[in-house]
């Protein structure tokens, strides 16, 4: 099994421009999260999702939107890349039972700059 | 909301010496987990304990839930246990994320 796959690996972006990133996971897991690492803070989540087509707000949603049209994939997508947004993107799933106390499991990270 | 705070936040050792590293919670937390980030950034699950010890070969966990902190000890440490560990825990109720401590950056020489 490969767990959870993320692509791209790296990507520069210029300011303003939109990119989509890729999170597969091939556990059947139902609960996928996309996360944030920046310099001296721990993980932040940006968005998770409880289901396929479902998907919810974490703690720093702005700027960043998510589809799960597949359960297997979580995509987060941003529409005017800022320089703000330059960090280390993760994506994590779980399983769900238990509500939801099931350890999560991440791919390798996108590290994505913004110019 | 919840604070994790890790201990120490930076720790050097000599390649085959015991640490330990905690991590307290300011209130209540369950899916507590272990994970180290290697030098490549990638984030690997070490241990889920929401309560009690666990072993994984030189690594083990321990959990005082009542207590709010866990412990993470490294016996025989190589160079190859560099990096940044960090624990996280889930706050009770229908909420789906993870509180992070800032972790601690840990380098083992050889």
């Known amino acids: 099994n490969a767990g959870v796959t993320q692509t791209p690996k790296f990507r520069v972006l210029k300011t303003g421009q939109s990119m989509t990133l890729l999170c597969a996971q091939d556990?059947?897991?139902?609960?996928m999260y996309w996360y944030r690492q920046d310099p001296g803070m721990g993980l932040r989540l940006i968005h998770y999702?409880?289901?396929?087509?479902?998907?919810a707000k974490g703690e720093v949603p702005d700027g960043y939107n998510v589809s799960r049209l597949k359960k297997q994939n979580f995509l987060l997508g941003l529409e005017s890349a800022a320089p703000s947004q330059t960090s280390v993107y993760f994506c994590?799933?779980?399983?769900?039972?238990?509500?939801?106390?099931?350890?999560?499991?991440f791919g390798d990270g996108t590290r994505l700059s913004i110019l | 909301g919840i604070q994790v705070e890790q201990s120490p936040p930076d720790l050097i050792l000599q390649e085959g010496a015991n640490s330990t590293l905690r991590c307290n919670f300011s209130?209540?937390?369950?899916?507590l987990q272990w994970f180290h980030q290697n030098p490549w950034g990638q984030l690997i699950n070490l241990f889920y304990?929401?309560?009690?010890?666990k072993q994984n070969g030189r690594l083990s966990a321990t959990t005082v839930a009542t207590e709010r902190y866990s412990l993470l000890y490294i016996s025989s440490s190589q160079t190859t246990d560099s990096g940044v560990y960090f624990c996280?825990?889930?706050?009770?109720?229908?909420?789906?994320?993870?509180?992070w401590g800032l972790g601690t950056s840990l380098a083992v020489n050889p």
């Open positions: 994590a799933s779980s399983y769900s039972t238990g509500g939801g106390n099931q350890p999560q499991h």
């Open positions: 556990m059947n897991h139902e609960y």
């Open positions: 999702s409880v289901g396929e087509g479902t998907t």
């Open positions: 209130d209540s937390v369950n899916n």
């Open positions: 304990i929401p309560s009690g010890t």
């Open positions: 996280a825990g889930r706050p009770p109720g229908n909420n789906r994320k993870l509180i």
